[in-house]
């Protein structure tokens, strides 16, 4: 067993250890304790954090996630380590990297029993525990609701709706006599980005025009060309943008009513998101296909009763949002987990400065089946290499944020230092990675076509070799990576 906190990144980043224990130490006892606290954890679906106000956006989409945040702890640079739902959410959860809690494929199967999560923990701790998931698949079939008390799924309802279905927990909770851990999965702004309200206006929307992109994907699949005109992708974002500012306007009524019950001096809240969204920026739609920042980059903002708010620029991944409130909590557990408690690294350079991202959903549709491949990205400092098959691409994300100058035959070195490292993370993680559960057979078909409408999946037929019900991540010792790889010339 490890020292309580440990995380398997630090095994990753040995030479920071030292500098890591005396900030540990440092902070130990300095920090105010939010023991027995209730807990508020907000994922946002599809949510991108350059798309709101407290993120530098020039439209006003988020005021009250602004306000929020003016009162929190705001993570500049969060990293989502997969850019599809159940993988990330599973990792936001657990603590886990995808690998490593081994939902990385909807043929994976649920979320395996022996993943334990934060829910799990904190009922273990004497925690009420409440769940509610307002997208489909983030369900009792997937294997999310281990560890809460009531868990309730709703069938992709905006985020007023889902509001009316669990506000009332809240009352409940505030009267019950115990600390308790409410889980909000808001849909909205996922496609089709319906915004009820009609905020889109605001942005320059028309009604109707630009709420989904439904046969761009699969153009896309096959190499084709998107077909879609710069006006078409401003009016896609005009109706993101609005659905963005309505869940704004729902997140607002949320934190109202904790207010309003006097729960907010004793509720650590926490809002993040399980990925982005893209626009074009890279030839893509939607989500699930890349790991560019548009689908990676996402917001995390943490208020703490008591703490002065600030903005912490350094790299921080969504994998550290469990060890971070069991840190602030003051709930031990002995077991390691990926991501780190950002309590013990307060408002300083974080001692790796490293994070990855993963995709195993990089489709390519070719003769009427489907081909799956994954994308994976790692980061250190100011670099990031993205690996697909054979296809490597560095970028230098201060002077080139929008990953536009592909830099892998300038930088050398660094590529390869960067490769060796996302190696070693790849073994070490599927070497750890947990066997997810069998799918219930009628429960797993239900959610592979809630996947499919979702726009995870192309409804096309999958190559043989991906149609077995399981595929484990691939082997440790499997050659992912080319040996002649030096000796080619790079894709433009
Ligand atoms: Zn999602």
Redesign the pocket.
């Known amino acids: 067993m490890s020292p309580h906190g440990v995380s398997r990144r630090r095994a990753l980043g040995a030479s920071a250890t030292a500098v890591l224990l005396s900030l540990a130490i440092a902070g130990c006892g300095r920090r105010p304790s939010c023991r027995g606290q209730n807990l508020l954890v907000v ?1 946002i ?2 949510l991108r954090a350059d798309h709101l106000g407290c993120y530098g956006y020039g439209r006003d989409t988020s005021p009250r996630l602004d306000a929020l945040a003016k009162e929190s702890i705001l993570y500049e640079r969060c990293e989502s380590q997969a850019t ?3 993988a ?2 599973a990792t936001i959860l657990t603590g886990l990297y995808p690998f490593t809690h081994g939902l990385v494929k909807p043929s994976c199967g649920p979320l395996t029993p022996d993943a334990v999560t934060l829910a799990e923990r904190l009922h273990d701790a004497g925690y009420a525990t409440y769940a509610y998931s307002a ?1 489909n ?2 369900t009792y079939a997937s294997g999310f609701n281990q560890g809460f008390d009531r868990f309730e799924t709703g069938k992709c309802p905006d985020a007023g709706r889902a509001n009316e279905a669990f506000l009332p927990w809240i009352d409940e909770a505030a009267v019950a006599g115990k600390p308790f851990f409410l889980y909000v999965h808001y ?1 909205d702004p ?1 496609h089709p980005y319906d915004d009820p309200a009609g905020h889109f206006a605001k942005f320059g929307g028309q009604p109707g025009v630009g709420i989904d992109s439904p046969d761009v994907p699969m153009k896309l699949f096959k190499g084709e060309p998107s077909g879609l005109a710069k006006t078409d992708v401003d009016a896609l974002v005009a109706h993101y943008d609005g659905e963005i500012r309505f869940v704004d306007d729902k997140l607002g009524e949320l934190i109202d009513r904790f207010r309003a019950r006097g729960l907010l001096d004793n509720t650590l809240v926490v809002v993040t ?3 982005g969204e893209q626009f074009l920026e890279h030839g893509w739609v939607r ?2 296909n890349t790991v560019f920042e548009e689908e990676t980059h996402v917001p995390l903002i943490v208020r703490i009763p008591g703490e002065a708010a600030t903005r912490v620029a350094s790299r921080v991944e969504c994998a550290d949002v469990t060890p971070t409130v069991l840190d602030l909590l003051d709930v031990r557990h002995d077991d390691e987990l990926d991501g780190v408690s950002l309590r013990r690294i307060g408002r300083r350079a974080h001692p790796d400065d490293l994070s990855f991202s993963e995709t195993q959903h990089r489709f390519e549709v070719k003769d009427g089946e489907t081909h799956q491949y994954e994308q994976l990205a790692i980061r250190r400092g100011k670099w990031k290499l993205l690996v697909l098959r054979e296809q490597l691409q560095l970028f230098d994300l201060e002077a080139d944020p929008g990953e536009q100058h592909d830099l892998v035959w300038e930088e050398r070195d660094v590529v390869q230092a960067l490769r060796n490292e996302l190696n070693v993370w790849k073994s070490s993680t599927t070497r750890r990675s947990l066997r997810p559960a069998p799918w219930d057979p009628k429960q797993g078909e239900i959610l592979l076509q809630r996947i499919k409408a ?1 726009g995870y999946l192309p409804d096309v037929k999958p190559s043989p070799k991906e149609s077995v019900p399981f595929l484990p991540p691939s082997a440790v010792d499997e050659p992912w990576w080319p040996q002649d790889h030096d000796e080619q010339k790079p894709r433009r």
Request: hydrophobic share 35%; proline share 0%; no cysteine.
């Open positions: 994922v679906d599809t599809w739902t159940l990330s959410t997208n698949v983030v849909f996922h998101a399980d990925h989500h699930g979702n």
